[in-house]
């Protein structure tokens, strides 16, 4: 019997046990071993790449820009066709040898307003800016009835002595002179609000440029008048407004749509309205808040500015949008 124990001893301690009844603590060097060991990554979905920004994405839209002659006279292309306008560009342009970033710039399509404005398509924004910027160079090679204004870059000048006489053409010289600026490149200079007549001793002034880079470089710097730092900034004008339906980004001559009345806000021009009320709200706002379902009180001061204030939310909200726009 004792045998029999003694072998079932030897069998059991060469068989494995499942469950251990009492298992010795890990060591600290089990611990360490254990807590060193690598665990295995998760898994991870790929991030998506951001997108490019407005800059880069605007380098490959079509650019369309109007081109308003000089309202004197005959109207340019009148007897043309919109292929005909577009290839006497393209041959005007040749003769010019005119490129953009080492291309040819390409006419994509062309629309003729009845005033006389054309709208011209081209393959990017670059090559329509610089029909744009330099439209008094090749306009009238095209036709010569195509007579345009020569492009000008504003830059705004501000706390310059009212002492300043601009209309005197040496003080205007010595200014170029002090500020290393060729006098043939300022074109124009014009005072903000009139302070020399409200008696202020200082106000902003705004020069004209016929030279773009120069004006960027005025910008990015600052000017000086008799050592006196003037600080320069980007002057933003005020966009466009039409006269026809009120809206902001094109003129009457152009516009497509209905009119609005800007005395009762119904579709007609305001010489034909017979309502007796005054023209002394903004017919936009409060067309909107009707559109939203909004309650509109004509006694509401947020009502009390006229259409084609800047005070106008709407107009706000556009100039916002506008200069964002040019910042990016």
Avoid at 34 to 52: D, E, F, G
Avoid at 244 to 258: D, Q, T, Y
Avoid at 292 to 307: G, H, Q, S
Wanted: aromatic residues 6%.
């Amino acid at each position: 019997m004792s045998e029999v124990q003694h072998l079932k001893k030897i069998i059991a301690s060469h068989i494995p046990s499942a469950v251990n009844p009492n298992p010795k603590p890990p060591t600290f060097a089990e611990k360490l071993t254990q807590n060193s060991r690598i665990q295995p990554t998760p898994t991870r979905t790929p991030h998506p790449l951001p997108a490019p920004p407005n800059r880069v994405l605007n380098m490959f839209k079509r650019g369309n820009i109007i081109i308003r002659p000089k309202r004197e006279g005959e109207k340019p292309f009148q007897k043309d066709n919109a292929e005909k306008i577009a290839g006497k560009v393209i041959k005007a342009l040749k003769s010019l040898n005119v490129r953009v970033n080492g291309e040819e710039i390409e006419i994509k399509s062309v629309i003729r307003y009845e005033l006389g404005d054309v709208r011209f398509y081209t393959k990017d924004r670059a090559q329509a800016r610089w029909l744009l910027e330099n439209r008094h160079q090749w306009t009238h090679l095209a036709d010569p009835l195509f007579i345009t204004s020569q492009a000008l870059f504003p830059v705004l000048i501000h706390s310059v002595p009212t002492q300043f006489d601009i209309a005197d053409k040496s003080l205007v010289e010595e200014f170029c002179q002090e500020n290393d600026i060729p006098m043939e490149t300022l074109k124009k200079l014009k005072w903000v609000g009139n302070p020399c007549n409200k008696e202020k001793a200082h106000g902003s002034l705004i020069a004209y440029f016929s030279d773009k880079e120069i004006a960027n470089d005025i910008i990015r710097g600052h000017l000086a008048y008799k050592r006196l730092h003037l600080q320069t900034v980007n002057f933003q004008p005020e966009p466009i407004q039409c006269f026809n339906c009120l809206k902001v980004g094109h003129i009457a001559g152009s516009c497509k749509n209905r009119p609005m009345c800007i005395r009762c806000g119904h579709q007609h021009n305001i010489r034909e309205c017979k309502e007796e009320l005054e023209d002394k709200h903004c017919i936009r706002c409060m067309n909107y808040d009707m559109e939203n379902d909004k309650p509109v009180d004509r006694m509401d001061e947020k009502y009390f500015n006229l259409v084609f204030s800047n005070k106008c939310p709407i107009k706000q909200a556009k100039l916002e949008k506008s200069s964002t726009a040019r910042r990016l």
